[in-house]
């Protein structure tokens, strides 16, 4: 039961005001500089000392004590670039039927100040037996290395993290991974017309077709099969030119059955290609259904499940639920919105539910 439900009225309606803020301000990934600044005005409006790293911005409750676990809120302040569907103006703020439409309302504006109003409920308390910490990330969407990741290292120990991403306010418990192999089959160079040179192009369609009927052992309880997709593919220069190289690239959804590495070693050993992994840095994520953090959700008629999308969960090295107001499906969608209620909801779950741990 929320102890100050005034409080929450107030915060409920500055993180709107926050987020309406958020929407008509520029902030696609690499360029967050303005929204960056607009959330360090929030924390000094309220007294609430804050640190910026690039375009992140980070803050830790008034009583924070280092003697104490830790628990992280973050989402992220980065959006996609609107598509050429929206028939609305992406950086206007409306409010309509009950919805406030703009870029990033939903994916993950909705969720990021959801949770500032969170850490600002739980900010002045002196009774807390965690610390709570709020990072408001960059780079999310492209999983850049200026993001969360560099917050990382100047944070203290995270004991568990609520991720904000649009779940219904649904319980995340486990997150695919995500593995990108850039693959090159090698051939030799010849004329079309003459039965001459090895065609590189043949040798990945064999390599691809493995890809695409390969199937790993160990099947995740939460998230599934891992599943692998060729992306894309480059080869030829001429129509009469064997080609020499074909390029493809390989797109690996990975569950807690194995590491980014192993499956790597499975990928080689069974293709004829040369495979050069892009990044091992996106690796799955998860939280035991019986961390009181899960518990204290399923208390409260959350549901759980396994999320097959990527978000700055793999760059934490704990246990990490993902959950937010909005809803996966109008993510980079046209006309993107979210619900007022939604954040309304959203604040006061995940107030409660932080109450039933942390106090």
């Known amino acids: 039961m929320i102890q100050n439900s005034d409080l929450v009225a107030t ?48 803050a830790k409750n008034k009583h924070f004590d280092a003697s104490k676990p830790t628990v992280l809120l973050n989402s992220h302040h980065d959006t996609v670039k609107p598509n050429p569907s ?26 990021l100040v959801s949770l500032i109003a969170t850490f600002c409920y739980f900010y002045y308390r002196n009774d807390l037996k965690y ?47 995500l593995l990108v192999l850039d693959c090159i089959a090698h051939g030799k160079s010849g004329h079309a017309a003459r039965d001459e040179g090895e065609n590189a192009l043949y040798k990945a369609v064999k390599d691809i077709a493995w890809f695409q009927t390969y199937k790993f052992a160990k099947v995740s309880e939460n998230l599934g099969p891992i ?4 992306t894309m593919i480059n080869a030829g220069s001429q129509h009469n030119v064997v080609p020499d190289t074909c390029k493809f690239t390989v797109d690996i959804r990975v569950t807690e059955q194995y590491t980014l590495e192993e499956i790597t070693d499975v990928v080689k050993k069974n293709i004829e290609s040369e495979v050069v992994p892009r990044s091992i840095r996106l690796r799955p994520s998860s939280i035991p259904k019986d961390h009181p953090i899960v518990k204290a959700g399923i208390s409260m008629g959350r549901n759980t ?13 704990c246990p990490s639920l993902k959950m937010g107001p909005g809803d996966s ?31």
């Open 227 to 230: 599943k692998m997709s060729v």
């Open 131 to 177: 610390n709570v910490v709020m990072a408001a990330s960059a780079e999310e969407e492209i999983s850049g290395r200026d993001g969360l990741e560099i917050l990382v290292p100047d944070m203290p120990e995270i004991e568990f993290a609520i991720v904000g991403e649009p779940t219904q306010m649904h319980l995340a418990v486990a997150e695919k991974g």
């Open 11 to 58: 915060l409920t309606k500055d993180a709107i005001e926050l987020l309406k803020d958020l929407i008509q301000t520029e902030s696609f990934s690499k360029q967050e500089d303005e929204t960056a600044a607009i959330l360090e005005e929030f924390f000094r409006e309220r007294n609430i000392p804050y640190r910026r790293k690039k375009n992140n911005i980070w």
């Open 305 to 317: 499940y396994g999320s097959p999308t990527t978000s700055d969960q793999a760059l934490l090295d």
């Open 329 to 359: 499906a109008r993510s980079h969608t046209a006309d993107e919105y979210i619900y007022l209620n939604e954040i309304e909801e959203g604040i006061q779950l995940y107030i409660t539910m932080l109450e039933k741990v942390i106090i």
């Open 86 to 111: 929206w028939t609305l103006n992406p950086l206007n703020p409306l409010v309509k039927d009950g919805k406030l439409f703009g870029l990033g309302s939903n994916d993950a504006g909705g969720c």
